[in-house]
């Protein structure tokens, strides 16, 4: 089944989502954006459909509209748009719940959550990428599989109490782990020592993490109990007390853990 859908966003997730729809065969026919050369950006690297600035939608040929924005922006842009009878909108947060869109004007509303990270700058298969669906309307619901299934295997039915968990977990395992990451990398260009030699660490640390098991994959010294070297950390970090008390906190929640 093949669908004709609107986007409304002009971020990351719309950046990567739009062509991709498109590839699967289905027809794109606008993409919203506050700023219309931002939408222009994406239509420009569609086939058919047209950037649009403002929210009246009411003669669009979409049978589905998809809002790709920031969380912040989904409550009012949801009551804003102007949707043509028998619609189905749809957000992509991972956090915001499914009621925010009942004072909407579509006949039909859902979650089409891609579970991923998004930059401009870097190629997305998603094949890779597991979507999270839910409506209470059941043949909504079958609709959003078929989409879903069209991009990747990987569909769910998660309802929101359960999405936002994931979204919580998304965090630490994602956004959390890159700090970090660039943590680590500010440590090592501030002593002047190439971030090169900690890339097979961190492949490694995050391969075995994933084989065996977080828990088990564990190492370190806070593990270890062994205070003598998490003291020596800590005062070497005492150039910025910040992060001082991030590793503290985090040595000391290992340390309680295990």
Same mark, same amino acid.
């Given at each position: 089944?093949?669908?004709?859908?609107?986007?409304?966003?002009?971020? =990351? !997730?719309?950046?990567?989502?739009?062509?991709a729809?498109?590839?699967?065969?289905?027809? @794109?026919?606008?993409?919203?954006g506050?700023?219309?050369?931002?939408?222009?950006?994406?239509?420009?690297?569609?086939?058919?459909?047209?950037?649009?600035?403002?929210?009246?939608?009411?003669?669009?040929?979409?049978? #589905?509209?998809? +809002?790709?924005v920031?969380?912040?922006a989904?409550?009012?842009?949801?009551?804003?748009v #102007? @949707?043509?009878?028998?619609?189905?909108l749809?957000?992509?947060?991972?956090?915001?719940?499914? &009621?925010? @869109?009942? *004072?909407?004007s579509?006949s039909?509303?859902?979650?089409?959550?891609?579970?991923?990270?998004?930059?401009?700058?870097?190629?997305?298969?998603?094949?890779d990428?597991?979507?999270?669906?839910e409506?209470?309307?059941?043949?909504?619901? $079958?609709?959003? /599989?078929?989409?879903?299934?069209?991009?990747s295997?990987?569909?769910y !039915?998660v /309802?929101? /109490?359960?999405?936002?968990? +994931?979204? !919580?977990?998304?965090?630490?395992?994602?956004n959390?782990? =890159?700090?970090?990451l660039?943590?680590?990398?500010? #440590?090592?260009?501030?002593?002047?020592? &190439?971030?090169e030699?900690?890339?097979? +660490?961190i492949?490694?640390?995050?391969? /075995?993490s994933?084989? #065996?098991?977080?828990?088990?994959? $564990?190492?370190?010294?806070?593990?270890?109990?062994?205070?003598?070297?998490?003291?020596?950390h800590?005062?070497?970090? =005492? *150039? =910025?007390?910040?992060v001082?008390?991030?590793?503290?906190?985090?040595s000391?929640?290992i340390?309680?853990?295990?």
């Open positions: 089944m093949k669908f004709k859908i609107a986007i409304l966003g002009t971020g =990351n !997730v719309a950046w990567h989502l739009a062509p729809l498109e590839e699967a065969g289905h027809t @794109l026919t606008e993409v919203y506050r700023d219309l050369e931002k939408a222009a950006s994406i239509t420009g690297r569609l086939y058919t459909a047209e950037p649009k600035d403002d929210l009246d939608f009411s003669e669009s040929e979409a049978e #589905i509209f998809i +809002l790709a920031n969380d912040q989904i409550s009012t842009l949801a009551d804003e #102007i @949707l043509p009878e028998g619609s189905i749809v957000h992509t947060s991972g956090s915001v719940p499914l &009621d925010v @869109l009942g *004072y909407s579509a039909y509303t859902g979650i089409f959550y891609p579970l991923q990270t998004f930059s401009k700058d870097r190629t997305l298969d998603f094949v990428v597991p979507f999270l669906l409506s209470d309307d059941q043949t909504t619901l $079958q609709k959003l /599989k078929k989409l879903a299934k069209s991009l295997p990987q569909t !039915v /309802k929101s /109490k359960d999405r936002k968990a +994931l979204h !919580v977990a998304a965090v630490f395992a994602s959390f782990t =890159n700090h970090m660039r943590l680590s990398e500010e #440590i090592m260009a501030r002593q002047g020592l &190439d971030y030699m900690l890339k097979p +660490l492949i490694e640390t995050i391969s /075995k994933l084989e #065996i098991g977080a828990k088990r994959a $564990q190492t370190g010294p806070a593990i270890r109990s062994d205070f003598d070297t998490l003291e020596a800590y005062q070497f970090l =005492n *150039y =910025n007390e910040q001082a008390e991030i590793y503290k906190l985090i000391q929640d340390i309680d853990s295990y």
